[in-house]
């Protein structure tokens, strides 16, 4: 019979795998419980750190439908950041106290269950936050949408000159036209 706190932590971390968006797999070894709890400020309520023993996380990750992704990650001390908020900025928090403190190594991680390497890790750490991003899209759309309506009141406009000048034209133009298209007009009645 299994033990009944290892079948609810089993529980809780396969969980946390399904629910989360991500999760980046750490190295921990040597750092302080005040360490620990400034690692876990820095991420910003955008992810949970949880220490866990490795058996138990490659149980739930299988469970969790990502075995093949995470178990090779779990070797050593572990810890597994699960990110529930703003990707990037819980892997820039990460990577930021990682540089900090030499002693928090990145293993790598998941993605919406894709595996990534640490190196993929710290380019999703040099991402712009998901507000500024969706700034510049929105302004880049702003900015497409101005150009189509300028071209769209530009076409009234264009055509109002052209047939102004036109009606120049033909009242400038000389009597001697005018008047064949005329004489052509009587005959043909």
Excluded: C, W
């Excluded at 400034?38 to 075995?67: C, D």
């Excluded at 990577?95 to 390497?117: Q, S």
């Amino acid at each position: 019979m299994a033990n009944p706190h290892k079948t609810a932590v089993i529980e809780d971390l396969t969980g946390k795998f399904r629910d989360s968006s991500g999760a980046v797999l750490t190295e921990y070894r040597g750092l302080t419980v005040a360490q620990m709890s400034e690692l876990r400020g820095a991420l910003k309520g955008n992810a949970t750190f949880a220490v866990t023993k490795n058996t138990l996380a490659k149980v739930a990750a299988t469970e969790a439908g990502i075995g093949d992704e995470v178990s090779a990650l779990l070797s050593g001390p572990s810890a597994i950041a699960f990110i529930d908020g703003d990707i990037a900025q819980a892997a820039k928090g990460l990577t930021d106290f990682a540089k900090a403190n030499p002693l928090l190594v990145i293993k790598g991680g998941v993605l919406d269950g894709k595996a990534l390497t640490a190196a993929e890790v710290g380019k999703l750490a040099d991402l712009e936050p998901r507000e500024v991003l969706l700034a510049k899209l929105a302004g880049a759309m702003k900015a497409s949408m101005a150009g189509a309506a300028a071209t769209f009141n530009a076409l009234p406009t264009q055509m109002a000159l052209l047939a102004d000048a036109l009606r120049a034209k033909v009242e400038a133009g000389s009597p001697a036209e005018a008047a064949p298209a005329a004489a052509d007009t009587e005959t043909q009645d």
